[in-house]
């Protein structure tokens, strides 16, 4: 909504402007010549009033069209040479025997009125112009001063009135011609702009106000002699001739300032433009860092920048980690030369370059192809990259002149590596971030598989209840639970845990359930299931890795429960208000491959009773550790079991999990826990 207010103010100040234009243009052709006081006095106000509509549309005009500095200067020097032209053909007609008259039938006073128009117009960009540089590169509001002297320009345009009705008056407009010329003065020396150029728009500058300076102090003169252009200036109006004249003055020594300070900038331009361009670099790393992931990418920009910043005649950039030295980006240089020089370098100034190493007018001797070759250079200089002081790679830059780099240089240097250093560290922590992402897509998979694996709901039985839950310590873990159907009275279940935690042991644990849910259709016996599933399993698992199981049938019709452990946590058999651990012998399976493993098995039968409750678990739940690294150990758990025995299992493992959380919560997981409970209900 802001915009549009801005433009229709500046399209009313047009407006406003374009009426009292018109109305003035009818007035002077009605009136060309002012015969009287109030004549005068109207036209002068009708003047003043437009001229200053005309400038404030001016300015906003140069403000909202955005134009080069050097292209208002160059539109200033079009329109005074004009005028210089204009001036000089009047002067030179009224030298050529041509005196101007008064006598003027109507097409000449309107060609006459149009012409004043023509230079009030010019005169009025000339001077918004001026305003635009005099406000440019500004750190304070000086518009006090620019200010002031537009009211003495106007005071100085007022007090030709006063003469018209007594020449003594005249000492009145001298004053304000004078003040006028000293604010001039001041205001000319508002020209800290210059010093942002860059050294080819100064010398195009100097060129430019040396012929501004001639054209404005011609015009100047011009308007101070009896020409056709001062006699109907005079005529159009008394005032303008004499700001004209004093705009004129302005430009003259405006222009003249403008010479001198540019001058004077030129020894220290080139200075000035690379520190800019060092600056503007800098800004662009900055944003490249932020935008731009690619470490090559923002390498070869480092190169090219040091080089152009630095005016050397090559750069290249190197990257280090785990003592390997790989070449990342060239400028101006071969690859097999950088790779050999950085060798070289870094073989007999590696333990010097803690900070920028600049070496002068020192040979390097480089094998290449089993030929030495010697490399001359005026200056060399190595900047490491380093990120919380630690090196992960040097930028190179070499100068073959005859100048060596200076402490300017070696800070730009020095500048450019650390950005190099932050690139190359985004870069890692963005490969390390899309490898995470990477894995952690891999990880929901495996754990959507693993969630699938299990069984998605527990046996239903009017004679039993059963509840079972798994937490993994990771993403995906090695724990296993399941249940399979042998009959319609008898139930096989198993609990396994894999050694180990993450990827590795899920897929142990996948490979785990594809045999014992093969075993449990082929095998009635759970020792002959286990027997059969170490000698699968020894084939397949590596001498680090084993599985802890237990296997079980249960007889749903008189309760019996046939088990057998390959060196899984004991079985809890709550019993008459008593936990009786159950552990029967066997060794986890794949840690033999013989007859250790038969002769170590033994398979256990019980018979329950109603309420009895058996409780399957991994060692997660009992190697728990707190703050003080105390395990939650058994005594605990039989404490619970004990209390909550008359409650459903679904809610006997809501308490075991809550207890077990108050107790480790100091400490997190690093075990996968799985626990199923089984209570029977049937009073046998």
């Not at 005169?123 to 305003?131: C, E, K, P, T, W």
């Not at 040091?306 to 950039?317: E, F, G, M």
């Not at 020192?362 to 250079?377: E, G």
């Not at 079972?468 to 310590?473: G, H, Q, R």
Request: a negative charge.
């Amino acid at each position: 909504m802001q915009l549009p207010l801005i433009y229709l103010r500046k399209n009313t100040k047009l407006e406003y402007a374009i009426v009292i234009s018109v109305i003035l243009l009818i007035f002077k052709i009605i009136y060309p010549v002012a015969d009287s006081f109030i004549t005068l006095f109207v036209s002068e106000l009708l003047i003043l009033c437009g001229a200053y509509l005309w400038f404030l549309y001016l300015i906003e005009f140069l403000i909202v069209n955005k134009t080069n500095t050097l292209a208002l200067i160059l539109n200033t020097g079009i329109l005074t040479a004009i005028l210089f032209f204009i001036i000089a053909i009047s002067s030179a007609y009224v030298e050529a025997g041509n005196p101007p008259t008064g006598d003027q039938d109507f097409i000449s006073t309107v060609f006459s009125v149009l012409i004043s128009f023509a230079f009030v117009g010019a005169f009025l960009y000339i001077l918004a112009v001026f305003r635009e540089l005099f406000f440019l590169r500004q750190k304070r509001d000086p518009k006090t001063y620019f200010n002031t002297m537009l009211f003495f320009l106007g005071f100085a345009f007022i007090s030709n009135l006063f003469v018209y009705l007594d020449v003594t008056f005249d000492y009145l407009r001298n004053s304000f011609y004078v003040v006028s010329i000293v604010l001039i003065s001041i205001n000319s020396l508002r020209v800290a702009w210059i010093a942002f150029l860059q050294k080819k728009q100064k010398l195009y500058l100097l060129a430019i106000s040396i012929v501004l300076t001639i054209l404005f102090g011609f015009n100047f003169a011009f308007t101070l002699e009896e020409t056709i252009i001062r006699e109907l200036m005079t005529n159009f109006s008394p005032g303008i001739h004499t700001v004209l004249n004093l705009v004129m003055l302005y430009g003259t020594i405006y222009f003249g300032v403008i010479f001198f300070t540019t001058l004077f900038h030129l020894p220290t331009a080139e200075a000035f433009d690379r520190k800019a361009e060092e600056v503007s670099s800098l800004m662009d790393l900055s944003k490249l860092i932020t935008q731009v992931f690619d470490f090559k990418e923002l390498a070869d920009t480092v190169t090219t920048i040091t080089s152009n910043v630095c005016n050397s005649d090559s750069a290249w950039l190197v990257s280090q980690e785990a003592e390997k030295i790989e070449l990342r980006s060239v400028n101006n240089i071969g690859y097999v030369e950088a790779d050999r020089l950085t060798n070289a370098l870094l073989l007999e100034y590696a333990y010097d370059i803690k900070d920028v190493l600049i070496l002068n007018h020192q040979p390097i001797k480089v094998k290449i192809n089993s030929d030495m070759r010697t490399f001359n250079y005026a200056s060399l200089a190595i900047a490491p990259l380093k990120v919380h002081d630690e090196i992960n790679g040097y930028l190179f830059v070499t100068r073959k002149q005859d100048f060596v780099f200076d402490d300017d240089d070696r800070k730009a240097i020095e500048a450019f590596a650390d950005y190099a250093a932050v690139a190359l560290e985004n870069a890692k922590l963005l490969e390390k971030s899309l490898e995470k992402e990477r894995m952690e897509k891999e990880l929901d998979v495996a754990r959507e598989i693993q969630y699938k694996i299990l069984p998605l709901d527990t046996p239903k039985h009017e004679k039993i209840k059963v509840s079972a839950l798994f937490i993994p310590a990771f993403e995906v873990g090695g724990d296993y639970y399941d249940f399979f159907k042998i009959s319609e009275n008898k139930i096989g279940f198993v609990i396994a845990d894999v050694s180990g935690k993450g990827i590795s042991a899920s897929f142990v644990m996948a490979e785990v359930k594809g045999i014992f849910e093969t075993l449990s259709r082929l095998i009635t016996s759970p020792k002959e299931v286990l027997i059969k599933a170490n000698e699968i399993l020894r084939e397949s698992l590596d001498k680090k890795t084993f599985v802890t199981a237990i296997y079980g049938i249960l007889d749903l019709q008189n309760g019996v429960v046939t088990f057998a452990r390959a060196g899984h946590s004991p079985v809890m058999y709550v019993n008459n208000d008593k936990v009786i651990q159950l552990s029967p012998k066997g060794i986890g399976l794949g840690l033999d491959d013989g007859d250790k493993f038969n002769r170590n098995i033994e398979e256990l039968e019980i018979k329950l009773k109603n309420d009895d409750i058996l409780a399957f678990y991994t060692d997660g739940i009992n190697e728990a550790h707190n703050g003080e690294l105390e395990e939650f150990g058994y005594d605990r758990f039989e404490k619970l079991l004990l209390k909550n025995a008359e409650l459903d299992p679904d809610i006997i493992s809501n308490e075991i999990m809550r207890e077990l959380t108050i107790f480790s919560k100091d400490r997190s997981q690093h075990d996968d826990i799985t626990l199923v409970i089984l209570k029977w209900c049937f009073n046998n």
